[in-house]
């Protein structure tokens, strides 16, 4: 399920940049910030997707018992 989750919002936010045109848009103050900027974000998507991935497959975070209160 968490797998569908990710591809989903993967899929809303392809969609949100395509309907922005902002890849084929060229802004005419600071168009080298522009670019830079949006690859930025685009990667730093990737890398949190990635390691949100990996935290929730590696250690779900069960809390295992050590110590008997009884």
Known sequence: MLIVAVAVNCLVIVIF???LGIFEETPQLLPMMHSTLLWLSVSFLFIVLI?????VILDPGYIKK???FI
């Open 51 to 55: 390691s949100f991935s990996l935290a």
């Open 17 to 19: 940049y395509y309907a």
């Open 66 to 68: 050590k110590i008997d």
